[in-house]
C-alpha cells in the first residue's frame, strides 16, 4: 500500500528574527508572507486578537504571497502581529511613531457686532490632539457663553451674545504649535427721539407742520403718510435743523387726514393729522315710515355738499353697512336701504353729520298672512304617491310641514317644495303607516288634511317546508309574501313564539324567516306562519342523537375535610348534563362546584362532611354513570375541657366545654351513671360548645360530671356552698332587705 502525504505549507520568506517595522501615525503600514504552495490558507493575529478585514484593516491573496494592510495606524495598533499557516508562522514587529500637533489652517480674525454670536475654528493635522484657548494670554475655561468644541480634526471656540469686553486676541495652542486671531466686537450706536411728534387738526386749506427732535444730528429720518414714503413737492417740505426734523403740509385737504410716521433708523414716531371740513347741513330732512313686516324699507337725505360724509345710527349705536343695512351715496343723496324688516327693527333712526343731525321713527307691523287655498285629503295606494299643496297670501312664508304631529324633512321619499305663494309636500312610495293627518303650519296659521293609504291583500309567493334535523340542529322556516311591509306572526301547535336566545325571528325584504338553534325533541311540531290575511303551516321532526358515557364515574373515598372530584367524559362536547346524590339532583353553592369542559364533566365536593356521602350519579340524555362517594369520618376530641365549679346553693351550675368539630355527639355522665335532658338537668349543642346546665343546685348534686365524646372524655368536680355546708353562713336571699354601705365597704342586712 502506498501512502502519499501533502507536503508541509511553510512560510519561505521567513527569517530567522522577527521583521520590524516603523510607521508614522495616520500612515499605513504591509506585512507580506510567501507561502511555499499556492493554495494554503494563512491566519493573521494582531497584538491582542486575530485580525478580522474592515475599515482599517485589509487582507489580500496574490498567489502564494499573503499581505495584511493596516490604514490610519494609531499608537494603540504597535505590537506584534503574526501569519500563521498549517506548519509554520512568521512574525512582524510593528512600531508606530506619534506626529508632531501641528495647525494645518490657523485662526482667522473675526468681527462681530455686540450681541451676536463668534466662531473661532482652526484644524489640526490629526484628530486626535489636546488643544488650550487663550484670550489676552489668559487659559479660557467653558462657560454659558463660551462653548469649547471638538470634531474630527476641528477646534471651535463658540461666543453666544457678544459684548464689548470679550473683544481682544485669541490663541488656540497645543503641545507643538499655536494660532492667534483677533475678536473685534462692534458697538451700535444708539438712537434717540428726544420729542416726538404730536398730533394736529387744523381746517381744510390751512397748512400742518409736524417736528421732532432726534439724536445724533446725522440720524436720517424717513417720513411717511397714511403708509406712503413722503415725496417732497409743491404741498409737501421735509427740512431739517441740528436735532430738528420738520415736514410741512401745505393747504391741507379732506384726503390728507390720516397717520404721519416719523422712522430714525428703526425708531418711529406717530402722530394724527385731522382735516376738519366746512359745515355739512341736510337739505331734505327723514320723515317718518311705516312698513309691513318682512318687507324692505329706505330711508333717504340730502345734504349741502356732494362730498360730505354722514352717520347713520339707531337708537345711538352706529350702523355699518352690510346684509341687513345698506348705505348709498349718489351725489348729494344719502339712503340706508334696511332689509327683511322685523319687529326688532322699530325705533328711531338718526344720520347727522358733524354740524347738523336729523331723524325719523320706523313703525313695522305685523303682517296679515293668509290661507288662499287649503289643503285637501288625499287617498291614495300602498308604494304610490301623494301630493299636498296650498297657497298663501304672502310669497317667501315659511312654514313647517308635520305627519302625525312629528316634522316632515326632506328625504328619497319626501319632497317640500315653495314657489311664490305656493307650498307642496309630495310623499313617495306610501306604506299603511304613512296614513294619518298632514299639517302645515306658518306663523299663526294651521291647515290640516288626511292622508289615507290602502293596501291590497296579503299573499304567500312561499310557503314554508317540513324539515328534519337532528337533535341540537339548527332549523330555518321560511316563507315569502307579496309585501315586503306585512307583519307576521310564528306559532308552534297554536302556540305564539317569541325571540329568545334559541329562537330568531326577522325579516329579510318580503321574506319571513324562523330559526330555531340547538332544537332539541320538545322542538318537534308545527309551525305556522300567520299574516293576516293567509298562513301556512309545516311540520319539524327532531331526530334523538345517542349519547353515550366515554369515561365512567370512578368510586371515590375521602377523609373528613378534604375535597372529592368526580369527572366522566361524554360523547358529545354540546350535552347538557345533570348530577344526583342518592337521587337528589346536585345544586350548585359555596362548597359543591359543577363544571363542564368541552365532552367533560366535572363535580367537586369542597370540605367533605361524613353527611355528604352517598350514591353520586350523571345523567345525560339517556346516558348514565354511577359511583360511590365515602367519607372517613376524624374523630370528635375535646379541644377545651370542662374545668372544676363552685356555685351557690339553689342556683344554677353551668359546665361547658369544646369539641374539636360542630357534628361531635357528646354524653353526659355524673359519675358512672348517664344524664338526660329534663326539668334537672338541661343539654344545650351550640356550634362546637357542648354545655350541662343543672338547675337549683343543692349539697346533693355535688359529684364528679364527665363530658364523653366517645373518642375522648373530660371530667371536672361540681362544689356546693350554702345550705348543708359546714362552716358556711347559708344566706336566705328571700329574706334580704339591702345593701349597706359604709366607710368599711359593704355588707348584706338579712331579717
Not at 403718510?225 to 441740528?242: F, H, I, Y
Not at 321619499?413 to 311664490?420: A, D, L, M, N
Request: net charge negative; charged share 25%.
Amino acid at each position: 500500500m502506498l501512502h502519499v502525504k501533502e507536503a508541509p505549507v511553510l512560510l519561505v520568506n521567513k527569517r530567522e528574527e522577527r521583521e520590524k517595522l516603523l510607521v508614522l501615525e495616520g500612515g499605513s503600514a504591509v506585512l507580506s508572507a510567501v507561502t511555499s504552495m499556492e493554495r494554503a490558507d494563512v491566519t493573521w493575529l494582531g497584538p491582542q486578537q486575530a485580525v478580522v478585514a474592515g475599515e482599517r484593516c485589509e487582507l489580500r491573496r496574490d498567489g502564494r504571497v499573503h499581505s495584511l494592510i493596516l490604514h490610519n495606524m494609531a499608537k494603540e495598533d504597535a505590537g506584534v502581529y503574526t501569519c500563521l499557516s498549517s506548519h509554520d508562522q512568521m512574525q512582524f514587529d510593528v512600531s508606530v511613531r506619534e506626529l508632531l500637533v501641528k495647525f494645518l489652517r490657523g485662526l482667522s480674525d473675526v468681527r462681530v457686532r455686540q450681541g451676536e454670536r463668534a466662531v473661532l475654528w482652526c484644524e489640526l493635522c490629526k484628530a486626535r490632539g489636546d488643544v488650550v484657548w487663550r484670550k489676552d494670554g489668559r487659559v479660557l475655561a467653558p462657560s454659558p457663553r463660551r462653548q469649547v468644541m471638538a470634531e474630527g480634526r476641528e477646534r471651535s471656540l463658540v461666543l453666544s451674545h457678544v459684548e464689548p469686553e470679550d473683544a481682544g486676541e485669541y490663541c488656540c495652542e497645543s503641545n507643538d504649535d499655536q494660532t492667534l486671531a483677533t475678536l473685534m466686537v462692534q458697538v451700535p450706536r444708539v438712537v434717540e427721539i428726544i420729542t416726538e411728534l404730536q398730533s394736529l387738526m387744523v381746517l381744510e386749506g390751512e397748512d400742518a407742520t409736524f417736528k421732532c427732535l432726534v439724536s445724533p444730528e446725522d440720524v436720517a429720518v424717513a417720513w411717511q403718510l397714511n403708509g406712503q414714503p413722503v415725496v417732497p413737492g409743491e404741498r409737501l417740505l421735509v427740512t431739517r435743523s441740528g436735532l430738528c426734523h420738520s415736514l410741512h403740509l401745505r393747504q391741507c385737504q379732506l384726503g390728507d387726514a390720516g397717520t404721519v410716521t416719523a422712522n430714525a433708523e428703526g425708531l418711529v414716531s406717530t402722530a394724527r393729522l385731522s382735516v376738519q371740513e366746512a359745515q355739512v347741513l341736510f337739505v331734505q330732512r327723514l320723515q317718518d315710515v311705516v312698513a309691513e313686516e318682512q318687507g324692505d324699507v329706505c330711508l333717504e337725505v340730502e345734504v349741502s355738499h356732494k362730498a360730505a360724509e354722514v352717520q347713520w345710527l339707531k337708537h345711538g349705536v352706529l350702523l355699518q353697512s352690510g346684509s341687513k343695512y345698506q348705505l348709498q351715496e349718489v351725489g348729494c343723496r344719502r339712503t340706508l336701504t334696511i332689509r327683511c324688516l322685523g319687529l326688532a327693527d322699530r325705533g328711531t333712526y338718526r344720520c347727522e353729520t358733524l354740524h347738523d343731525r336729523t331723524q325719523a321713527k320706523l313703525c313695522v307691523e305685523p303682517r296679515k298672512v293668509s290661507i288662499q287655498t287649503p289643503l285637501a285629503d288625499v287617498e291614495t295606494f300602498e308604494k304610490e304617491a301623494a301630493t299636498f299643496h296650498l297657497e298663501l297670501s304672502h310669497p317667501g312664508v315659511p312654514g313647517v310641514w308635520t305627519r302625525d304631529g312629528i316634522r316632515v324633512k326632506p328625504s328619497s321619499t319626501c319632497r317640500i317644495s315653495t314657489t311664490g305663494c305656493g307650498h307642496s309636500l309630495t310623499l313617495e312610495r306610501l306604506s299603511l303607516e304613512d296614513s294619518g293627518t298632514v299639517t302645515f303650519t306658518a306663523d299663526t296659521l294651521r291647515c290640516s288634511a288626511r292622508l289615507l293609504v290602502r293596501e291590497p291583500p296579503v299573499t304567500m309567493v312561499r310557503v314554508p317546508r317540513d324539515l328534519g334535523v337532528p337533535e341540537t340542529g339548527v332549523a330555518s322556516f321560511e316563507c315569502e309574501l307579496s309585501r315586503p311591509s306585512a307583519e307576521v306572526k310564528w306559532f308552534k301547535d297554536g302556540q305564539e313564539l317569541r325571540p329568545g336566545p334559541n329562537c330568531r325571528i326577522y325579516s329579510a325584504g318580503r321574506r319571513r324567516i324562523l330559526q330555531l338553534s340547538h332544537c332539541e325533541l320538545a322542538d318537534a311540531g308545527t309551525y305556522t306562519c300567520d299574516a293576516g290575511d293567509c298562513c301556512a303551516s309545516a311540520t319539524l321532526h327532531v331526530q334523538e342523537r345517542q349519547v353515550r358515557i366515554v369515561q365512567d364515574l370512578e368510586d371515590t373515598q375521602v377523609q373528613e375535610g378534604d375535597n372529592a372530584v368526580f369527572n366522566c367524559e361524554a360523547s358529545h362536547g354540546d350535552v347538557k348534563g345533570e348530577w344526583f346524590r342518592d337521587g337528589e339532583k346536585i345544586k350548585v353553592s359555596s362548597t359543591v362546584k359543577i363544571r363542564q369542559e368541552g365532552t367533560r364533566h366535572f363535580l367537586l365536593f369542597c370540605s367533605v362532611r361524613p353527611e355528604d356521602k352517598g350514591l353520586i350519579r350523571f345523567v345525560a340524555g339517556t346516558a348514565v354513570s354511577e359511583a360511590n362517594l365515602r367519607v372517613e369520618a376524624l374523630p370528635i376530641r375535646i379541644v377545651k375541657p370542662l374545668r372544676d365549679k363552685t356555685v351557690l346553693a339553689r342556683h344554677k351550675a353551668t359546665l361547658e366545654c369544646t369539641v374539636s368539630h360542630a357534628r361531635g355527639r357528646v354524653r353526659w355522665l355524673r359519675g358512672d351513671t348517664e344524664i338526660f335532658a329534663g326539668d334537672k338537668y338541661e343539654i344545650c349543642n351550640l356550634d362546637c360548645y357542648r354545655t350541662l346546665i343543672i338547675h337549683h343546685v343543692g349539697p346533693e348534686d355535688e359529684d364528679s360530671y364527665t363530658c364523653d365524646a366517645f373518642d375522648d372524655r373530660s371530667t371536672a368536680r361540681l362544689l356546693v356552698e350554702g345550705e348543708g355546708a359546714p362552716g358556711v353562713l347559708s344566706p336566705q336571699p328571700t329574706a334580704c332587705k339591702g345593701l349597706s354601705t359604709g366607710v368599711g365597704g359593704a355588707s348584706w342586712i338579712w331579717d
